[in-house]
């Protein structure tokens, strides 16, 4: 016998394990990859798949899957859950008679500061003295990052929030709270008229506290955050708001600021294509 012929055990596995696979495009690829996809329920272009055979999602599921979710997922759960309640409070709920002043929560919890405020007309001057230069702090940082600094994303922001906010204010206009504590000096200073819905306050200072972490102001940034609480609390005090306006405010504030970012990105991108463009066309005039 031909000793060329011959195959050693240890020649015979280092061929097998060596054999060259089949590439990803043949048959037997693609076959697992149907059945793959069959199996998910999903179907390749130009394939069809009986979705009647397919399981649904939860028909999979164990108990351990269930366990890993209430573990790991648990802010979810917590959702799920708050949703099961409210529907309960919701459905069973009385509802606030037309003759009758809006429930409001936030107004049951400052009960004891509507009082105080009431009866010292001078520390509810001062209060709104001190609110009104808050409002003035949130302007001038907003001013300065585009006058100064260069950055438009707050002043867009602002610009976006505020045009909204009147949009909103004057399409439902909300009656004045029972018991609403006015001052001269209060912002809009003046005693003037204003939208209740949603609170330009609070989100102007959400608007400013997010440009101050971008730009790793942590300190002012925390301290935005105190002072807009402060201001949240004592608006509720005087009745100057409902809880829904000071809510809304708060994601307003991420909401505009968001979509400032993605229109400042945008005319950047726009600006790079037309300075590349225009770099291209100066280079191809050169050349001809």
Not at 109 to 120: D, V
């Amino acid at each position: 016998m031909n000793s060329a012929a011959v195959s050693t055990p240890s020649s015979l596995t280092f061929t097998l394990n060596n054999r060259r696979r089949p590439p990803p495009n043949s048959d037997h690829h693609h076959r697992d990859s149907s059945a793959a996809a069959n199996k998910m329920g999903m179907a390749k272009k130009g394939h069809i798949v009986n979705i009647g055979s397919a399981k649904a999602f939860f028909m999979t599921w164990t108990a351990n899957d269930i366990l890993h979710v209430a573990r790991h997922h648990w802010l979810p759960c917590v959702f799920a859950a708050g949703l099961l309640f409210f529907m309960a409070v919701e459905y069973t709920l009385r509802m606030v008679p037309p003759s009758s002043p809006p429930y409001d929560l936030g107004f049951v919890a400052t009960r004891s500061l509507h009082r105080l405020l009431s009866s010292s007309p001078h520390l509810n001057t001062l209060f709104a003295g001190l609110n009104t230069v808050f409002v003035g702090m949130q302007t001038v940082y907003i001013l300065w990052t585009f006058l100064v600094e260069g950055r438009p994303r707050a002043t867009i922001s602002t610009l976006f929030m505020f045009t909204c906010r009147g949009i909103l204010g004057y399409s439902t206009q909300l009656p004045l709270p029972q018991g609403f504590l006015g001052s001269g000096v209060d912002f809009p200073v003046g005693n003037v008229s204003f939208f209740l819905f949603f609170s330009g306050h609070v989100a102007g200072s959400v608007i400013a506290s997010l440009d101050m972490r971008r730009n790793q102001r942590w300190e002012l940034a925390w301290t935005f955050d105190a002072l807009n609480v402060l201001q949240a609390v004592r608006l509720l005090g005087t009745r100057g708001h409902y809880t829904i306006d000071l809510a809304v405010g708060v994601g307003a504030g991420f909401l505009f600021d968001y979509l400032a970012g993605n229109y400042v990105e945008s005319k950047r991108k726009e600006t790079s294509v037309a300075a590349a463009n225009s770099a291209k066309t100066t280079t191809t005039t050169k050349l001809s």
